[in-house]
């Protein structure tokens, strides 16, 4: 089994309906994630463009959102592409209206034969002043060895970021292989926000605990409050069974009528 990291797209970011790039190395039967990230932590929004199914959302609390102020909130979607290229999602505003949201996707290969597994996201937060983010995820999200774990971070302050490449998974029981950066970027749109998302490979599972995500921003700007969010990619490969043959009667007669 392999999962491979495709491709990103840089964050689109705004205080009204945004619509992130698809990569154009995107191919059939490749797996999009979709991640949205801004404030307010109540922030209305959704994805009308076909196929596109959430995995639902969570906020880091319930500060009301200003400049470099706020909690945040955070959703993914996933669709496997069913052509080359898929169009582009529109994650359009809904109520609340927003103060920033940023959105961007990214794609992921599978080899052949295999078959997507329904991808599974938990959720972390950190409300504390300061450069450094240590998010705990909600749950043990159970990642087994050759699964992606796929992290994505929006964080308050456009002062926080980039975040650069030093991100941290750390959970137990696991043994994670080199960090692909695919998205570190920030705004000062509306009231500022930074946002990152990375993935790796599994090399050794299965967990058995929540999954601890940690790395520092650039600056303190705010009160640096951020959600996290830690999405499980899998692939299963069908297993190929021996064909049943019905026995020849002429060498294995069937039963006497006598």
Do not use: C, H
Request: hydrophobic share 40%; net charge negative; no cysteine.
């Amino acid at each position: 089994m392999a999962i491979g990291f495709r491709a990103a797209s840089v964050s689109v970011y705004g205080a009204a309906s945004v619509t992130p790039a698809i990569p154009a190395s995107q191919v059939t039967t490749d797996m999009m994630l979709l991640f949205a990230y801004g404030k307010p932590f109540d922030a209305g929004w959704s994805v009308a463009t076909s196929g596109w199914t959430a995995l639902g959302s969570a906020a880091s609390g319930s500060t009301a959102a200003g400049v470099d102020l706020g909690s945040m909130k955070m959703q993914v979607w996933y669709k496997e592409a069913l052509i080359d290229t898929e169009p582009d999602p529109t994650v359009t505003e809904g109520s609340p209206v927003w103060n920033v949201v940023g959105a961007s996707i990214a794609v992921f290969s599978k080899a052949g034969g295999e078959t997507w597994v329904t991808p599974t996201v938990v959720y972390g937060a950190d409300e504390i002043n300061g450069t450094s983010v240590s998010a705990t995820m909600s749950a043990d999200n159970s990642v087994a060895t050759g699964d992606m774990a796929v992290v994505a971070i929006g964080t308050n302050s456009d002062a926080m970021g980039p975040f650069g490449t030093a991100t941290t998974y750390t959970q137990t029981g696991v043994t994670f292989g080199t960090l692909t950066n695919a998205v570190d970027d920030e705004t000062a749109t509306g009231g500022d926000m930074a946002a990152q998302v990375s993935s790796r490979a599994v090399s050794v599972g299965p967990s058995s605990a929540a999954a601890v995500i940690t790395t520092t921003g650039t600056a303190s700007g705010g009160a640096d409050r951020t959600e996290v969010g830690y999405v499980r990619l899998r692939v299963s490969t069908a297993t190929d069974y021996p064909m049943f043959t019905m026995p020849d009667e002429s060498i294995y007669p069937g039963p006497s009528t006598n």
